[in-house]
């Protein structure tokens, strides 16, 4: 065989091994892997207020299931006046109150409401959820007791800014500090709005002040998808919630990614993947709050500094 017919044959067999080498790393992720692991590696707070600090996290519950629930549980949001967390299922759509340790305590049938997929604690007794294709807000009162609600008894706000599709907006968070809310657009393309002076502008369906801050702030965003957003009011972070990557990332005021967790199986305590990772949320002591699909509570938490101490011992124990 001449060397020119070897070429021949050997040129088209790399490319093809190149491309299959590609698409296996594309499908587990692991250029996004390397990715965070290079953007972090360099970032060290000074004081542990500086950051989330996701890397330090494991899970103390874990795919815990919530009564009640068969499929589709989606955003979590924490009230910190009532100490408990709110989340919402998109079909049938309901709004749940949830306890710390993942108990259901409330549940109201969500009537008039359509593919529901986000909420978000505003303060004053508020809440807001997002209808991903109808591309609406909705504000209301934190109900009192469980039962139906009605969405014509509240205020809706519409923002299309996109043809109506199953890959709309998924992620709400608020940030009380700068009075704004904050929406990631799922996917296809990947975007996050911002919408200011929310609270002064909430009655008035017209003057919603709605920008893109993509690039801004979610310059650091190298997910597939954006299932759901967290703002810390520690330390005005963002933390954005990838399902189909298995990956919850920290973003600064810059964009910059600070921190990321592995939500798979060996990481953060964690001994199964995260299936469907779809809401998360911060409380006022620190602890992290995951749900997935179909209907599966996770929480997280720092290691206590009783808990580092003997470890550390241990450590040093084993060295001797």
Aim: net charge negative; hydrophobic share 40%; glycine share 8%.
């Amino acid at each position: 065989m001449t060397r020119s017919r070897k070429l021949l044959i050997a040129v088209p067999c790399l490319a093809l091994i190149v491309i299959i080498a590609a698409a296996f790393v594309r499908h587990l992720h692991w250029d996004q892997r390397v990715f965070y692991w290079f953007s972090t590696i360099s970032f060290a707070p000074s004081t542990p207020s500086e950051a989330v600090g996701l890397g330090d996290f494991g899970a103390t519950i874990e795919a815990k299931r919530i009564d009640g629930v068969d499929d589709n549980l989606s955003g979590i949001t924490f009230d910190p006046e009532r100490q408990q967390l709110w989340a919402v299922v998109n079909a049938p759509s309901l709004l749940l109150g949830i306890s710390l340790e993942g108990e259901l305590l409330s549940r109201h049938t969500l009537e008039g409401f359509h593919d529901v997929e986000g909420v978000t604690y505003l303060g004053n007794d508020r809440l807001a959820l997002v209808e991903e294709r109808r591309q609406t807000i909705i504000v209301m009162p934190v109900p009192a007791l469980s039962g139906a609600l009605k969405r014509d008894d509240f205020i809706d706000l519409r923002f299309d800014l996109h043809p109506e599709e199953n890959n709309e907006y998924e992620g709400l968070t608020y940030d009380a500090i700068a009075d704004r809310l904050l929406i990631a657009k799922e996917r296809d393309p990947l975007l996050l709005y911002q919408i200011g002076d929310f609270a002064g502008k909430e009655q008035d369906r017209f003057a919603l002040d709605v920008k893109d801050v993509t690039h801004t702030q979610g310059g650091g965003i190298f997910l597939d998808d954006v299932a759901g957003l967290a703002f810390d009011p520690h330390t005005s972070h963002l933390l954005a919630l990838s399902h189909e990557s298995r990956l919850l990332v920290e973003l600064d005021g810059q964009g910059d990614v600070i921190s990321y967790l592995l939500l798979e199986a060996g990481h953060a305590n964690l001994t199964a993947d995260v299936p469907q990772g779809e809401g998360v949320t911060l409380d006022d002591q620190g602890r992290l709050y995951l749900v997935s699909e179909p209907n599966l509570f996770y929480r997280f938490e720092r290691p206590r500094a009783d808990d580092k101490n003997s470890t550390n011992g241990a450590a040093a124990g084993s060295a001797r």
